[in-house]
């Protein structure tokens, strides 16, 4: 099977040296349109598009064929070189529009101002092996874990004995400190319990002492 006739487009938007945004899209998209639009398939914004939406890749049969912008400038890169400017030659100029071929293992990139949006063939079918393998890999290791992990905890874990021994440390320290802050306040005497006849005594009123008529608190 040819493997481009597998291949979909890669799409990266770079503002100055930050990824911005990404779009992937596959072999069952003949063309891949452009606007500023959130609702267009790729919303591009900050470039000069002629009309809107801007048909900006078609796939051929030999991978894709990208029309570029009239304000950008348009650079190449093969098998992950620096980019340079791509030859008038293998531009094709047709009503008013250019466009180049999008070879496998190239990157394109647009420029415009601060701007910078590369172009690059997805292939799925070779991404889907490896994101499988890394799904199984995760998989294992995490039911590795929930295996083994509380049966490490049994073997290796503190002893019963040995906790308990650390929880009465603990309550025998608790109550030294509440002891030593009780007598720092002088509280540490029990106060002693009435006994039946205090219980039944009759609270003291105090001396009764005559008031004159006249007298008034003011």
Request: charged content about 25%; proline content about 10%; hydrophobic content about 35%.
């Amino acid at each position: 099977m040819n493997r481009q006739a597998t291949a979909g487009l890669f799409c990266e938007l770079y503002w100055g040296e930050s990824l911005a945004e990404a779009w992937s899209f596959g072999p069952e998209q003949p063309q891949v349109l452009a606007a500023p639009d959130e609702k267009a398939p790729l919303p591009l914004y900050g470039f000069t598009l002629p009309q809107e939406p801007f048909l900006l890749a078609e796939r051929t049969e030999r991978g894709y064929r990208v029309f570029v912008p009239p304000n950008v400038k348009l650079e190449r890169s093969t098998r992950g070189d620096a980019f340079h400017g791509v030859p008038e030659s293998q531009l094709e100029r047709r009503e008013g529009r250019v466009s180049v071929e999008l070879p496998e293992g190239s990157t394109l990139r647009l420029t415009e101002g601060e701007l910078h949006l590369t172009l690059q063939h997805s292939v799925a079918k070779d991404r889907e092996k490896p994101s499988r393998l890394k799904l199984l890999v995760r998989v294992a290791v995490g039911s590795a874990l929930f295996l083994f992990l509380p049966l490490g905890f049994l073997l290796g874990g503190p002893d019963p004995d040995q906790l308990q021994k650390i929880n009465s440390r603990g309550l025998e320290a608790a109550k030294e400190k509440e002891l030593a802050r009780r007598k720092a306040l002088g509280v540490d005497t029990p106060l002693r319990p009435l006994s039946d006849a205090e219980k039944k005594q009759k609270p003291d009123g105090g001396t009764p002492a005559p008031v004159p008529g006249g007298f008034s608190v003011q």
